[in-house]
């Protein structure tokens, strides 16, 4: 048994030995252009991260950061050469993207024992940093990347696969949001014409210190977790996801919120003037308000109003809790 595992003992020492990342180089890229408030900004990535932030000025400018991964230089050296970002300006739009990335990846026996390509899956990663006027109609897609973008007013529209969103210090804005896996965290919007769209299948979406005309989530396996939300109009829905939710509702309010298997914690003024109607249909519903909680088959109810009813609260969870806590 000792002479049949030492041979192989000895191969794997050898492949680890050549597996070595001896090619790992990066190249930087950097451009000014003249851009007009309100003009249209578009990044379509691949692998890497966006950072785009708004500033004073009639300009974009742009960092173009590559980086590669190989086992040696001179294979590093020829990606880097292949890989290209097309750049088309006028002063009222800015169009950036990748051009023909699958064609670089390369893939041989060494990568499987290679710990670096464990950690970056592909070859190559290009990152974007962006500083361009703070009024805009924003377009961004990624594959895996993060991506931020700060100090804006106006249109964003957002597609992401996998990766982290933050958004933070908008105003007066329109946010569109597509995110296959990861998380979301909305900081410090304002504005009584700013909306909020998003659709997630995995992460986590946060929401701190913001105030919408209109917010609608939709997630298929995310928590929600918000935090002093100011809103007129308000949907929230998940399947198998929690809602911890802290709202204050401008006049005419109206809040749909609706799970299948996940618990709702819903925070409210103490104050709150609203018509409640909560349906827990397999689950119990406990409330800090005076309201009258009705069994019903297997679940409760509510359908009670605290006040005038200035506010519309509707709640139904197929297989949870529903609670109200005052702040």
């Not at 024992?113 to 970056?120: G, L, N, S, Y």
């Not at 804006?152 to 007066?172: A, P």
Request: aromatic share 6%; charged share 40%; proline share 2%.
């Amino acid at each position: 048994m000792k002479f049949k595992l030492l041979p192989i003992l000895a191969v794997c020492q050898l492949l680890f030995a050549q597996s070595g990342f001896g090619g790992k180089i990066s190249k930087v890229e950097e451009h000014t252009f003249k851009l007009k408030p309100g003009a249209r900004v578009t990044v379509i990535g691949d692998d890497g991260q966006v950072l785009i932030k708004g500033w004073d000025k009639d300009e974009a400018y742009v960092k173009i950061t590559k980086r590669v991964w190989e086992r040696d230089k001179r294979r590093a050296e020829e990606i880097m050469e292949e890989l290209e970002v097309e750049i088309d300006h006028r002063e009222n739009r800015l169009f950036i993207r990748e051009v023909d990335l699958g064609r670089h990846r390369r893939s041989d026996f060494w990568e499987l024992f290679d710990p670096d390509r464990w950690e970056h899956r592909a070859g190559y990663e290009i990152d974007y940093e962006l500083n361009v006027p703070n009024e805009l109609d924003l377009r961004v897609e990624n594959d895996e990347g993060d991506v931020e973008i700060s100090n804006l007013s106006g249109r964003l529209r957002l597609k992401v696969d996998e990766g982290e969103i933050m958004l933070n210090t908008l105003s007066s804005v329109e946010v569109d949001v597509g995110l296959d896996e990861g998380e979301l965290l909305c900081k410090n919007i304002r504005g009584n014409d700013s909306v909020l769209f998003l659709q997630v299948d995995e992460g986590t979406i946060r929401v701190v210190d913001c105030k919408f005309e209109e917010v609608d989530l939709k997630s298929d396996e995310g928590d929600f977790i918000i935090n002093n939300l100011k809103v007129k109009r308000c949907e929230l829905r998940t399947d198998e996801a929690d809602i911890e939710a802290e709202l204050e509702f401008l006049a005419g309010g109206r809040c749909k919120i609706r799970t299948d298997e996940g618990d709702i914690n819903l925070i409210l003024p103490e104050n709150i003037d609203a018509r409640f109607r909560l349906d827990a249909s397999d689950g119990r519903i406990r409330s800090d308000f005076p309201l009258s909680i009705k069994s019903r088959n297997r679940g409760e109810r509510v359908d009670e109003s605290l006040g005038e009813g200035l506010v519309s609260i509707d709640i139904f969870t197929e297989d949870a809790d529903i609670i109200l806590e005052k702040k």
